[in-house]
């Protein structure tokens, strides 16, 4: 869409690797500890979503924590 109307756009650094179509787009700013794309794991109240992998999510979230899954979870920034 910016590239059609001649635009800025705000957009993070795996969707802009991602886009094929760069035309004579730039980066014009990048490493902005503003910028930071955060992720998150929430747990839901199995009571409300019964259906979730409960279980599951806890031992994803816990391996992010852990020194093992962080530096990966760094390094794909």
């Known amino acids: 869409m910016p590239l059609g109307n001649g635009a800025y ?16 787009l730039t980066v014009l700013v990048e490493g ?10 929430i747990l839901l ?15 994803f979230g816990d391996w992010l924590a852990s020194p093992e899954g962080r530096p990966r979870s760094v390094a794909a920034r």
């Not at 756009?9 to 004579?24: I, V």
């Not at 109240?45 to 031992?59: L, M, N, S, T």
């Open 45 to 59: 109240d199995p009571k409300k979503h019964p259906h979730v992998k409960q279980e599951a999510a806890r031992r």
């Open 32 to 41: 902005d500890p503003r910028l930071l794309n955060r992720y998150d794991v």
């Open 9 to 24: 756009t705000l957009s993070d650094r795996g969707t802009w690797l991602s886009f094929g179509n760069k035309g004579d």
